[in-house]
């Protein structure tokens, strides 16, 4: 397809107001609607990795979306009752077919590509970590829009009816939201009793991802792999279908879709732990002698390095030879529902801690120091704030000599109760001898690093649960 081809082609087609379409209600849902991909590490202008991941989950409506306008545009003869004169040119008809799906595939491709610019402007100014892994993530979304047009225009072809766009974008967004719903998805629980659900094989043939959470989390190279595959065999029906003359040839073009699904399935991953996987090369620790963080968090070792060794240093001083000997974020990607699991040896902390989030100097020291006497057992994924909380604040007080509160725990009222419940327990632990003090703080360290006993208890001198 020449240069004067495309230009026309441009010039008289819906394409680049696809495009444009596609791109202001990704960056209007983007930046008009308040939601998780503006809080946390893992925001869509953080890093690499989560700006792929978020734009990737856009998909959910803008594949529809594509879908649905490529039906549109494969009306385009129909409308304009000229398909009995097409066919009777000399000009080949997968000539017209190229220079329509090539149009549409430009202007698609290249209104993902300027939303994922928009976002890659931005992470740099936000990340020192730079690498190319987010990259398969943002061509497979580019080549899921590409094929959802073309596999909408040899529909809209096929079936030349003003009701087949709107019912090809309501379908293709039915089968979105199964895929991320009860058909894509099993029902199991967790070790410690908790409700929780996993992805299918079959959930990764939708263009979306599930909602990113954590910064260190990527795809797998299977699954690239996998939809590739998918994507190809749903290109080639819709170009099938849109130079198919009979309805046989109509029929036969459904099976490179067909085949294409069943290749797909057999390369996709079946665990779920080999989906969505721990980016090592972004987890690969940064230290600064006892204080270590992530690879992708690299610029903020300075502002951890000073707090997380004097929370040490106050720790070996109050359990002497029991105390953790290193600060560590924690690059552990657990599913949802599962138990946090802790160090006796290593404060493991996460920025995405309300306590440690907005944390800064004496604050993140106390912080650190929190999470290396009582880390929390909430199962991941859940918010919960109740005895944890209590046994924190008292540990922390007995470790630095004074009881408050700390960030994180609001509102207000919440603060009253945490004082409430934590300082009488912080009065009678403070009077007894060192030798009971130093029992109860290792029975309360021991069932709060287990996740097996209620530490507020053991502090208290009751038996853990």
């Not at 003869?77 to 040119?89: A, F, G, K, P, V």
């Not at 936000?126 to 040899?154: C, I």
């Not at 659900?197 to 996998?226: F, M, N």
Request: hydrophobic letters at 50%; one cysteine or more; proline letters at 6%.
């Amino acid at each position: 397809m020449n240069t004067r081809v495309l230009s026309i082609e441009l010039r008289r087609s819906l394409a680049p107001w696809a495009g444009a379409v596609l791109l202001a209600a990704a960056l209007g849902f983007l930046y008009l609607i308040s939601g998780p991909w503006w809080r946390g590490t893992a925001t869509w202008t953080g890093q690499w990795t989560s700006m792929a991941l978020w734009t990737r989950s856009l998909l959910f409506y803008l594949w529809p979306l594509a879908v649905g306008l490529g039906a549109l545009q494969g009306l385009r003869d129909h409308r304009s009752r000229m398909s009995e004169l097409l066919t009777s040119t000399s000009r080949p008809a997968w000539h017209r077919a190229a220079a329509l799906t090539g149009t549409t595939a430009l202007s698609l491709a290249s209104a993902f590509a300027l939303l994922v610019l928009v976002g890659a402007v931005q992470v740099l100014g936000n990340t020192e970590y730079t690498h190319l892994g987010w990259l398969p993530v943002s061509l497979v979304g580019a080549f899921f829009l590409v094929a959802g047009s073309v596999l909408g225009m040899g529909a809209g072809r096929a079936l030349p009816s003003a009701l087949t766009p709107p019912a090809l974008a309501m379908g293709a967004f039915v089968f979105t939201a199964l895929m991320h719903m009860s058909l894509g998805r099993t029902r199991t629980t967790t070790a410690a009793g908790v409700p929780s659900t996993e992805p299918k094989r079959i959930s990764l043939l939708s263009p979306a991802v599930q909602e990113v959470r954590d910064v260190l989390v990527t795809l797998s190279a299977p699954v690239h792999v996998g939809q590739t595959i998918w994507l190809l065999g749903m290109a080639a029906t819709g170009f099938a279908l849109l130079v198919a003359a009979t309805s046989r040839a109509r029929l036969a073009a459904l099976t490179p879709v067909l085949a294409g699904a069943v290749i797909a399935l057999l390369v996709l991953p079946s665990d779920p732990r080999r989906m969505y996987v721990v980016d090592e090369a972004a987890a690969e620790p940064v230290c600064d002698g006892p204080v270590c963080v992530a690879k992708t968090h690299q610029e903020r070792l300075a502002d951890v390095a000073g707090p997380g060794k004097e929370a040490l240093r106050l720790l070996r001083g109050a359990l002497g030879d029991r105390a953790p000997v290193s600060v560590r974020e924690n690059t552990a990607v657990l599913p949802d529902g599962a138990v946090p699991q802790w160090s006796r040896t290593t404060v493991l902390f996460d920025f995405d801690d309300e306590i440690i989030a907005a944390a800064q100097g004496e604050e993140l020291t106390r912080a650190l120091v929190a999470q290396g006497m009582v880390p929390g057992c909430s199962p991941v994924g859940w918010t919960s704030v109740g005895r944890d909380t209590f046994a924190q604040t008292v540990a922390v007080g007995w470790v630095l000599g004074d009881l408050r509160p700390l960030r994180g725990t609001e509102p207000a009222s919440w603060r009253r109760e945490v004082d409430a419940e934590s300082r009488p327990a912080w009065k009678e632990l403070t009077a007894l001898p060192r030798a009971e003090q130093l029992a109860r703080i290792n029975a309360m360290r021991a069932a709060a690093l287990s996740c097996e006993g209620d530490a507020f208890d053991a502090l208290n001198g009751g038996a853990s649960r």
